[in-house]
């Protein structure tokens, strides 16, 4: 993939940084919140390379990348406000009704950590089997180290929590940091479950913060407006200091006395309801989380389950809901496998084998359900009832996991011990089994094998294929903000606004003209054509600043040379427009174009075809 040309457009595709609100990713998503969804070209982005397909739920229009949306997310921070390492990444709220913004702000706080949890989780399933099999004991130093680096962050998971709801809500984060220290304290643990506690004359119950998720998220929350309030009360010298030092004062013994102890007494109405549900009916809560888990991840709404996880952990140091997720995860997994083995289309079997080792080995179902069991329909269904049938009987054994892991083939072992593994064995061969065998003898409807597509049209007479000099992306000339190019007076063509600072060679040429300012290269084809690129706008007047010329004039290139290099973020802070007019000057020979891109290109891609007077007088 190239991640710069999919970023461009996908951004281009939600219908550019003017209609997005905000912009976060999860595990395998870009969210976008936008401003007018009507404004989004959907075709067009689920055309982008790169793109699986696009879900618009939870108040969210979400673009599956898949395992490299990390890197399209950076790449969308390098041409935009929005992406990796910018505080726009949130800049407005989500709109829309109260479970929209909750599955949001949800995605926004928890996918940081995500990948973390996830690692140290599986290291600390890897551990837990260990010690099951014998091949490590738990009364050595090696365990006390593996252990710590395992169990540390899930065990501190307020801390890294106070990080990004600070960063959601808007709020300091290092004020956030010590809030949560506070309820970690050493101290402060060992007094849960003493009697008599009480806060300058208040009673309170100290309840454990080791691992819980509500606390802090909702006095974060109440942080960030009451560090609004205190800035826009406190005088300019001492609002700094001042306003962390209220807040803590304030927030610390507001968790103490009043959330700490409601988030306790509904994180154990809630652990014990699952506990209920998976002690008198574990089929049918098996059932639903191996049946359902998919159907959720299709609409992004599976992270409104997550905090159910991390909440059943601390209420009772085990995770029952996740057992059941595996079977939904595998059954998908599959199913695709399925399609593999049947399918008959090349194109078909050359997807359906990477998303089957995706779905297996790191869980990643995304692939699988969008590009291939969704669209066949049969599979999809396949997968489900594999889910329900291995996550009722995985859950009839009482298996648990006592890490926060994302189910996959690679993290079993979380479950590994943890119940009745007979059951945990048929449970996963039936989710495999079942879909992997409907899919392969039911069958499903094949779509037809795609045609090979058609060579482009040879240029004819002294036609010449003038390729992409820059990677951006194209738009017409006539929205060049000059009238001479916009006008097409200095020639026809197209306009391009880049997104990297090179300028590369769009066909084998000799340099007619390397203007010494840098800010424009001319060339003349064997065959006649003369081409000029000209960067900027108005770039002339910088006289040679950020621009550095690879050539000279009279000197033979080849298509992809380099030919300028330049600075466009010093050019755009200097005034400048980059929008680069890439213009045929000497239309009497080459009087028309034809197949002109549009929209993300890059060097070195078909940009336009300038047609000779021949070919023109010819048809």
């Not at 949130?90 to 709109?95: D, F, H, I, L, R």
């Not at 600043?545 to 600075?567: I, M, N, P, R, Y």
Request: hydrophobic share 50%; with cysteine.
């Amino acid at each position: 993939m190239d991640y710069s040309k999919t970023a461009a457009g996908v951004l281009e595709g939600v219908g550019g940084e003017e209609n997005v609100n905000s912009l976060v990713h999860c595990a395998t998503r870009l969210r976008f919140v936008l401003k007018d969804e009507s404004k989004a070209n959907t075709a067009a982005v689920k055309a982008v390379p790169g793109v699986v397909t696009v879900a618009q739920a939870g108040g969210q229009y979400q673009v599956v990348i898949g395992n490299d949306v990390p890197d399209v997310f950076a790449e969308i921070g390098k041409i935009s406000k929005f992406g990796a390492g910018s505080d726009a990444a949130a800049s407005e709220g989500p709109k829309g009704n109260l479970f929209n913004r909750f599955i949001s702000m949800i995605s926004a706080i928890f996918t940081p950590l995500l990948w973390a949890l996830a690692g140290t989780g599986l290291l600390k399933a890897f551990l837990a089997a260990a010690v099951t099999f014998g091949w490590i004991t738990t009364d050595n130093s090696t365990y006390a180290v593996l252990n710590a680096l395992s169990d540390g962050l899930i065990n501190f998971l307020p801390m890294a929590l106070a990080f990004t709801a600070a960063r959601y809500f808007k709020a300091n984060e290092f004020t956030a940091f010590a809030i949560a220290a506070a309820l970690l304290y050493p101290t402060i643990t060992p007094l849960v479950g003493v009697e008599g506690l009480t806060f300058f004359g208040i009673p309170f119950t100290m309840v454990t913060y080791v691992s819980s998720v509500i606390p802090i998220i909702v006095i974060v929350w109440l942080q960030s407006h009451a560090e609004k309030f205190l800035y826009a009360k406190l005088p300019g010298a001492v609002r700094r200091f001042v306003t962390p030092m209220i807040v803590v004062l304030i927030a610390v013994p507001i968790v103490f006395v009043v959330i700490g102890p409601i988030s306790a007494i509904l994180s154990g109405a809630l652990g014990n309801g699952i506990g209920w549900v998976f002690e008198n009916a574990p089929w049918a809560g098996g059932a639903i989380m191996g049946g359902f888990w998919q159907v959720f991840v299709i609409f992004g709404l599976h992270w409104g389950l997550v905090p159910l996880f991390t909440l059943e952990y601390q209420t009772t140091g085990q995770i029952l809901l996740i057992g059941p997720v595996f079977a939904a995860v595998l059954a998908q997994a599959a199913a695709v496998a399925g399609v593999w083995v049947r399918a008959r289309n090349k194109n078909l079997k050359s997807l359906a084998a990477p998303a089957t080792l995706s779905g297996f080995l790191a869980g990643i179902t995304e692939p699988a359900i969008y590009g291939i069991n969704l669209p066949l329909k049969r599979p999809f269904a396949f997968g489900i009832v594999g889910g329900v049938i291995g996550g009722a009987i995985i859950a009839m054994g009482g298996v648990f996991s006592t890490a926060f892991v994302v189910p996959s083939g690679l993290a079993l072992p979380a479950l590994f011990g943890n119940g009745n593994m007979v059951m945990l064995i048929i449970g996963l061969a039936a989710a495999i089994v079942i879909p992997f065998l409907l899919t392969a003898i039911v069958g499903f409807t094949e779509p037809e094998e795609d045609a090979a597509p058609a060579a482009p049209p040879a240029a004819s007479g002294n036609d010449v294929v003038v390729l992409s000099p820059v990677d951006g992306t194209v738009v017409p000339l006539s929205e060049t903000p000059d009238a001479a190019f916009a006008e097409g007076s200095l020639g026809d063509g197209v306009a391009i606004k880049p997104r990297s600072g090179a300028v590369y060679a769009p066909f084998d040429a000799t340099v007619a003209a390397a203007f010494p300012t840098g800010h424009a290269i001319g060339l003349r084809h064997a065959d006649g054509a003369e081409v000029l690129i000209h960067i900027g706008i108005d770039t002339v007047k910088l006289a040679g600043a950020h621009f550095d010329v690879k050539v000279t004039t009279g000197q033979e290139v080849k298509a992809g040379d380099l030919l300028v290099e330049f600075d466009g973020d010093a050019i755009e802070r200097a005034g400048y427009d980059l929008t680069t007019p890439v213009i045929v000057t000497n239309g009497e020979l080459y009087p028309a174009l034809a197949g002109q891109a549009s929209g993300p290109i890059a060097h070195g891609e078909p940009l336009f075809t300038a047609v000779s007077v021949e070919s023109a007088l010819a048809n």
